[in-house]
């Protein structure tokens, strides 16, 4: 935007025609993906002057249902100490939980999804969509290994951030899936695995029936070869 457009907006938009009125919606975006970029940044900065004292001290999310806590952020990024997360919240005005998300984003862009927070921070993806991408990469299960987060940061970096959510899952399921993540079939080591199930159909009470599955039950289990 233009030194003299700026001039005429702070000092009222009524007499803006309709092209410096778009001109100036537009710039408004800019600052804001720019304003959004360099908290990310600061963020992360904050978390890097309080790691915890021991992993006791470390800031995690709470899982309901569950006695373990969840990182803030994924495999490979520092621990952020758990008091000063309030303070930022404090300072933003935000929940503590809000906070977290914050820092913890921050973290797993920086450390996990390079090349997505190389273009958030160069402003060819807006900070909100990498965000996005960050939250689901922190709270997959299971868990993204470094290298598996790193295959989707390729994938979603070589669009811009341009995925949807359901794009944004199937990567993840194929990052799963390539880095031999999913957790084990238990049921491959039942007893019965060489066997299937085959219902058999129990005749009519007029038919004279002699066999064991008449007199016990409607099915029976069959070798699988």
């Not at 709270?139 to 944004?168: C, E, I, M, N, W």
């Not at 016990?216 to 069959?222: E, K, L, M, Q």
Request: one cysteine or more; a positive charge; glycine letters at 6%.
């Amino acid at each position: 935007m233009s030194e003299a457009l700026a001039d005429r907006v702070a000092g009222g938009v009524e007499d803006l025609t309709a092209s410096d009125l778009l001109a100036a919606i537009r710039q408004r975006r800019v600052d804001e993906n720019r304003a959004a970029a360099d908290q990310l940044l600061l963020a992360a900065q904050w978390a890097d002057l309080h790691p915890p004292e021991s992993i006791h001290d470390a800031a995690s999310f709470s899982v309901p249902g569950w006695e373990h806590e969840e990182p803030i952020a994924g495999e490979g990024c520092p621990l952020v100490a758990e008091f000063c997360v309030a303070e930022l919240g404090g300072v933003l005005g935000v929940s503590t939980v809000a906070a977290k998300k914050l820092i913890g984003q921050a973290l797993e862009l920086r450390h996990r999804l390079p090349r997505l927070w190389a273009q958030v921070q160069a402003g060819r993806v807006p900070a909100w969509k990498a965000r996005a991408v960050a939250e689901t990469t922190i709270h997959s299960s299971p868990s993204l290994t470094r290298a598996a987060a790193g295959f989707v940061d390729a994938q979603v970096a070589a669009v811009a951030g341009k995925v949807g959510p359901a794009q944004l899952d199937r990567l993840v399921a194929e990052a799963i899936k390539r880095y031999d993540l999913a957790e084990p079939d238990r049921s491959a080591d039942s007893p019965l695995k060489h066997f299937r199930r085959r219902a058999v159909r129990t005749p009519p009470r007029s038919a004279r029936v002699s066999s064991a599955c008449r007199r016990t039950g409607t099915s029976t289990w069959t070798r699988v070869t």
